[in-house]
């Protein structure tokens, strides 16, 4: 299951904290699609990579062996194994760790829509699936270019 997530309006560690929660309260795979929702273009997806570094970052705060669950020793985690995460971006900020411990499967799985340059390139660097026009190599779409290339200038010429 994939759900969409926008990557404006709500705070990295909110968004981290209930997508973990989320992969632990489900026994398959959960997946996020990171989007932008405000214009202008460069903006919104300048936002959207801030956002999933620090979503990122949030659910990579805990070693895989933090979460000790010692009810005798009283020891719910072990501190030393759960980094803080103190990032300021331009648009989105967090401090501290996520206050859960991953999930069995590490994080929800990446998705991104969209097959313009700046989501194509966003998808490139961050997701492990992209929804997208049906284009194929040998019929391209307005926005095809070679792969790894980065978008020259926001794609004034579409409109969604």
């Known amino acids: 299951m994939t759900l969409p997530k926008s990557s404006t309006g709500r705070s990295s560690s909110g968004r981290a904290g209930r997508l973990e929660r989320g992969d632990h309260l489900r026994p398959r795979r959960r997946g ?3 989007g932008a929702t405000i214009p202008p273009r460069a903006e919104k997806y300048e936002h959207a990579h801030e956002v ?3 979503v990122q970052a949030l659910w990579g705060s805990w070693d895989k062996d933090a979460w000790l669950l010692d009810v005798d020793g009283k020891r719910f985690a072990d501190m030393d194994k759960i980094q803080p995460v103190n990032l300021q ?3 989105a900020a967090s401090r ?3 206050p859960i411990p991953p999930s069995e499967q590490g994080q929800p799985v990446i998705f991104q829509a969209g097959g313009g340059g700046y989501g194509l390139e966003l998808a490139g660097r961050y997701a492990s699936g992209v ?3 049906p284009y194929t190599i040998e019929t391209p779409g307005p926005s ?4 790894g290339t980065p978008p020259s200038a926001p794609d004034a010429t579409r409109t969604r």
């Not at 095809?144 to 792969?147: D, L, N």
Request: positive net charge.
């Open 131 to 133: 929804y997208a026009n």
């Open 144 to 147: 095809a270019r070679p792969c």
């Open 96 to 98: 501290g760790p996520l």
């Open 89 to 91: 971006g331009k648009h």
């Open 32 to 34: 996020a699609n990171f």
């Open 52 to 54: 999933i570094q620090i």
